[in-house]
């Protein structure tokens, strides 16, 4: 089993990754971002949706909205979140590997680092390929990830995150294979127990995620620094790259 398949490790780890403050973020930037900005009843894919922190910001700004992730858990989160703000949002559980509607919407959305999972750098080429069939000619792919160049700047020792019940995670980053791949070692420390969970994934830098667009039959490939717009640069914060399917 891939990390990635480990429904306990979304579910344990969840107020780390996902928190109340994470979905402030998120609604934030949906708000507010002009990448973000498409015209009412436009058609959204969300994919690898988590529990849904992009989905009700999205389906208030008046976007018809999907959602996909493999993870039982998380979709259930994603549902009912839903259900609690009234959001229309259909959910759909998949592998991005293999998940593809063609034609089906004007912008794939994939954010918070949900790219480069899969060992193979086909697969992950694969994973923007799908994308490409499933939007509508026109559409645009919009990716938000940690950039190497990014990472480079503040990565170091491990940090630890509290949370409301006393737990805690401790979270150390390790690069790999020359800079080509990041493990991130996740311990969530309860009470007298520990539970240690390893994620890996590809690093890109702006003009290698930029080619890996283009590979996939992308136009127009363009690199942010974050949500604004702004240009990627020493200063950024993520890396943000959208292509368009012509």
Same mark, same amino acid.
């Given at each position: 089993?891939q990390? &990635?398949?480990d429904?306990?490790l979304w579910?344990? $780890?969840?107020p780390?990754?996902?928190s109340?403050?994470?979905?402030?973020?998120?609604?934030?930037? %949906? =708000?507010?971002?002009?990448?973000?900005d $498409?015209?009412?009843?436009? @058609?959204?894919?969300?994919?690898c949706?988590g529990?849904?922190l992009f989905?009700?910001p999205?389906?208030?700004?008046? &976007?018809t909205?999907?959602?996909?992730?493999?993870?039982?858990?998380?979709?259930e989160?994603?549902r =009912?979140?839903? =259900?609690e703000?009234?959001?229309?949002v259909?959910?759909v @559980?998949?592998?991005?590997?293999?998940y593809?509607?063609?034609?089906?919407f004007?912008?794939v959305?994939n954010?918070?680092?949900s790219?480069?999972y899969f *060992?193979?750098p086909?697969d992950?080429?694969r994973?923007?390929?799908n994308?490409?069939?499933?939007l509508?000619?026109?559409?645009?792919?919009v990716?938000?990830?940690?950039?190497?160049?990014?990472l480079?700047g503040?990565?170091?020792?491990?940090?630890? %995150?509290?949370?409301? *019940?006393?737990?805690?995670v401790?979270?150390?980053d390790?690069v790999l294979?020359s800079?080509?791949?990041?493990?991130?070692?996740?311990?969530l420390?309860?009470?007298?127990s520990?539970r240690?969970?390893?994620?890996t994934? $590809?690093l890109y830098?702006a003009?290698?995620?930029h080619?890996?667009f283009v590979?996939a039959?992308?136009?127009?490939?363009?690199c942010?620094?974050?949500?604004?717009?702004?240009? &990627? *640069?020493q200063?950024?914060?993520?890396?943000?790259v959208?292509?368009? @399917?012509?």
């Amino acid at each position: 089993m891939q990390w &990635y398949e480990d429904d306990s490790l979304w579910s344990d $780890f969840a107020p780390t990754m996902f928190s109340p403050g994470r979905a402030e973020q998120a609604a934030g930037i %949906v =708000a507010s971002s002009p990448l973000l900005d $498409f015209p009412p009843g436009t @058609r959204v894919l969300d994919l690898c949706c988590g529990p849904g922190l992009f989905l009700v910001p999205l389906a208030r700004r008046g &976007y018809t909205v999907t959602g996909v992730d493999l993870s039982p858990s998380m979709l259930e989160r994603a549902r =009912a979140a839903c =259900a609690e703000a009234g959001a229309d949002v259909r959910l759909v @559980r998949a592998d991005m590997l293999d998940y593809v509607e063609p034609g089906s919407f004007d912008v794939v959305l994939n954010v918070f680092t949900s790219f480069g999972y899969f *060992d193979d750098p086909e697969d992950n080429l694969r994973v923007l390929r799908n994308a490409r069939e499933s939007l509508a000619p026109g559409g645009r792919l919009v990716v938000d990830v940690m950039g190497k160049e990014v990472l480079a700047g503040w990565i170091g020792r491990p940090q630890a %995150v509290d949370l409301p *019940d006393g737990s805690y995670v401790v979270q150390r980053d390790v690069v790999l294979d020359s800079w080509r791949r990041l493990r991130t070692d996740w311990t969530l420390v309860r009470g007298t127990s520990a539970r240690t969970a390893s994620l890996t994934s $590809f690093l890109y830098s702006a003009a290698e995620l930029h080619d890996l667009f283009v590979a996939a039959g992308f136009t127009d490939v363009e690199c942010f620094g974050g949500f604004d717009g702004g240009g &990627y *640069d020493q200063h950024s914060r993520r890396l943000i790259v959208r292509g368009v @399917r012509k």
